[in-house]
């Protein structure tokens, strides 16, 4: 079902079928009109945040590296960042650049185990940011939210949660919930050992700390960008909404449903936005924009992948 889900022609008629209905139901002439009449200034400071954000998620990442004892150097690791987050903008949101990060440190150091567990952490300690910044805005908003939008919110703070919590002690119940017919088997063994290298970032709790703050900062930085963009384009919400709506669709965008974040979080920014009274040409211009400025975040990547490919 995994497979089938992260497939291409999945992935390619869930964003087709959800920018059909943004189609559908928003003005694009006058949503052109919106993104033409952005303010660069505020543009070019979103730039600046998502530029800030990148270095930040690298040094957390490699921080998690060092902890688990492999041997990578700044410049190197850095780099590796930058270029799977590039790679991954071709593979499923939200999973491809993990991958390819993984990968990449494997394939140097050979300590392929504590590559995916870094990995692993990252992305759990992320989500924990994100119910955190999510829950700030929920306490902030709490009275002026929709019912539906309150609820949403916090079904999703409670899904990422457990989801993280499950991921932190995959070394307590996964050898429990593997089939006994695959006792002896190569990937049982290397699933366990892989699980006991996530399990192990519990007996490390300064880094995690370390890391779960820069995750903390990288989501506020993610929340400062949509409303930077939302500035631009005179969308009277404040800042405090964005740290409502943000989270969410942060967590939609991670859902490896979409072809490089286009459709589901588009769908999800301009129906989180409605209950806020923006008029869905100008949503959906924001929700153009969040998903180009990061596109535009991962062309180092792009330059980096390409010139070591240069013949």
């Not at 960008?225 to 991670?254: D, E, H, K, T, W």
């Not at 040409?281 to 180009?292: C, G, W």
Request: aromatic share 8%.
């Amino acid at each position: 079902m995994r497979r089938f889900l992260q497939s291409w022609p999945v992935r390619i008629a869930v964003t087709a079928a959800i920018l059909a209905w943004l189609v559908s139901t928003v003005d694009m002439s006058a949503a052109l009109a919106a993104l033409a009449g952005t303010d660069p200034r505020w543009f070019l400071l979103s730039l600046v945040l998502v530029a800030a954000d990148r270095l930040v998620m690298a040094w957390r990442w490699l921080l998690l590296l060092r902890s688990g004892g492999v041997a990578i150097g700044a410049p190197t690791a850095t780099r590796v960042f930058l270029v799977s987050s590039f790679v991954g903008s071709f593979l499923p949101a939200g999973v491809g650049a993990d991958a390819a990060r993984a990968y990449s440190v494997a394939a140097r150091t050979a300590q392929g185990r504590e590559a995916v567990a870094s990995v692993a952490i990252d992305r759990l300690l992320g989500l924990v940011a994100i119910v955190l910044v999510g829950a700030a805005g929920l306490a902030a908003w709490s009275a002026g939210l929709e019912p539906g939008v309150r609820q949403l919110a916090v079904l999703a703070a409670v899904v990422a949660a457990s989801g993280s919590a499950l991921l932190l002690w995959t070394d307590k119940w996964l050898p429990a919930v593997l089939p006994a017919s695959t006792r002896g088997s190569s990937w049982r063994a290397s699933a366990i050992r892989l699980a006991e290298s996530i399990g192990r970032y519990r007996g490390r709790p300064s880094t995690m700390g370390v890391v779960l703050v820069l995750s903390v900062a990288v989501q506020l930085l993610r929340v400062l960008q949509a409303y930077c963009l939302g500035r631009g384009l005179s969308i009277g919400v404040g800042l405090g909404y964005y740290l409502v709506f943000m989270p969410i669709a942060l967590l939609v965008l991670l859902l490896p449903v979409s072809v490089s974040g286009f459709g589901l979080p588009q769908g999800a920014i301009v129906g989180l936005l409605d209950p806020a009274g923006v008029p869905r040409p100008e949503s959906f211009a924001l929700s153009t924009l969040i998903v180009v400025i990061a596109l535009l975040g991962n062309l180092p990547g792009a330059f980096l992948y390409l010139r070591r490919h240069k013949p």
